[in-house]
Nanobody
Framework: QVQLVESGGGLVQAGGSLRLSCAAS????????MGWFRQAPGKEREFVTA????????YYADSVKGRFTISRDNAKNTVYLQMNNVTPEDTAVYYC??????????????????WGQGTQVTVSS
């Protein structure tokens, strides 16, 4: 079992920045690809970004490309989401998730076996 705990959410004004963190424990962190998803009230959970086990490949939704950056530090068992130039449309609960290195499609929530509890991000105008 992998335990994931997100932190760093909060209230920020449009145009500002936040950095979310996801701390992993329970199994070898480098065995997993990692992803970030978000869910706004009344909407489906949507893909934000993902990173492969060694950081060699990164994937971004069109809505965040050029504004958000995913990174990981395997020595610290932690994944980060740097959010720059945020907009009110970024308001959502943000979740980190882990998937097997055998699963090659990063955009589908069903491919992730482990999820954190989520952290709220609210962007005001």
């Amino acid at each position: 079992q992998v335990q994931l705990v997100e932190s760093g959410g909060g209230l920020v004004q449009a145009g500002g920045s936040l950095r979310l963190s996801c701390a992993a424990s329970g199994r070898t962190f480098s065995n997993y690809h990692m992803g970030w998803f978000r869910q706004a009230p009344g909407k489906e959970r949507e893909f934000v970004t993902a990173i492969t086990w060694n950081g060699g490949s990164r994937y971004y939704a069109d809505s965040v490309k050029g504004r958000f950056t995913i990174s990981r530090d395997n020595a610290k068992n932690t994944v980060y989401l740097q959010m720059n130039n945020v907009t009110p449309e970024d308001t959502a609960v943000y979740y980190c998730a882990a998937r097997s290195k055998l699963i090659m499609v990063p955009e589908l929530p069903a491919n992730y076996g482990y999820w954190g509890q989520g952290t709220q991000v609210t962007v005001s105008s």
